[in-house]
Antibody, heavy 121, light 110 residues
Framework: QVQLQESAPDLVKPSETLSLTCAVSGFSISRGYYWGWIRQPPGKGLEWIGSLYPSGSGNTYYSPSLKSRLTMSVDTSKNQISLILSSVTAADTATYYC????????????WGQGSLVTVSS | QSALTQPRSVSGSPGQSVTISCTGTSSDVGGYNYVSWYQQHPGKAPKFLIYDVIKRPSGVPDRFSGSKSGNTASLTISGLQAEDEADYYCCSYAGPYILVFGGGTKLTVL
């Protein structure tokens, strides 16, 4: 059974860097699937942050609106993916989800439970 | 890339059918048959309902169906049940290598 579990600090100060990890169990992240990050500000809708494809060259794909502050990576030895978002502001306060996708057409079939990150001083 | 346009809310009585629209442009919804739909109950992660506009993952009841016409995709829920009350989101490929979600629709079962 595929399971995803996000880990993140509850609170991050403005202008600092947010780091999240997504531990995957029950499935190897190198097995030809895409892994995405999606966030949801409190009371608002979903926003795609980016996706990565660990197989082959480990390509990453970022939302244009976040690209300048975003880094996604994979650690195949730990079977987990990571997200780093720099220079955070209150607008980055959200529940962050990681999810699996078979491709750009396949949709996100498995999701983590989400991790709420608050940006505040 | 702008969010896809969904009605803020829809409602229906048990047993009825409701349709939720998701309007984009020729650069996203209209340009690709890569629309997916998700159901989200309060405090829960989204659940995968539909992909490739019309396909249903295993385990999703056939009461849920998807369609598309031009730049607008739609999710229809037939035989409405109380547990269908949730938020619903569409998502489309907006190429190259970009995804965009809709703003979400709150479904109320009367």
């Amino acid at each position: 059974q595929v399971q995803l579990q996000e880990s993140a600090p509850d609170l991050v100060k403005p202008s600092e860097t947010l780091s999240l990890t997504c531990a995957v169990s029950g499935f190897s992240i190198s097995r030809g699937y895409y892994w995405g990050w999606i966030r949801q500000p409190p009371g608002k809708g979903l926003e795609w942050i980016g996706s990565l494809y660990p197989s082959g060259s480990g390509n990453t794909y970022y939302s244009p609106s976040l690209k300048s502050r975003l880094t996604m990576s994979v650690d195949t030895s730990k079977n987990q993916i990571s997200l780093i978002l720099s220079s955070v502001t209150a607008a980055d306060t959200a529940t962050y989800y990681c999810a699996r996708s078979s491709g750009w057409s396949g949709g996100f079939d498995y999701w983590g439970q989400g991790s709420l990150v608050t940006v505040s001083s | 890339q702008s969010a896809l346009t969904q009605p803020r809310s829809v409602s229906g009585s048990p047993g009825q059918s409701v349709t939720i629209s998701c309007t984009g442009t020729s650069s996203d919804v209209g340009g690709y048959n890569y629309v997916s739909w998700y159901q989200q109950h309060p405090g829960k992660a989204p659940k995968f309902l539909i992909y490739d506009v019309i396909k249903r993952p295993s385990g999703v009841p056939d009461r849920f169906s998807g369609s598309k016409s031009g730049n607008t995709a739609s999710l229809t829920i037939s035989g409405l049940q109380a547990e269908d009350e949730a938020d619903y989101y569409c998502c489309s490929y907006a190429g190259p290598y970009i995804l965009v979600f809709g703003g979400g629709t709150k479904l109320t079962v009367l």
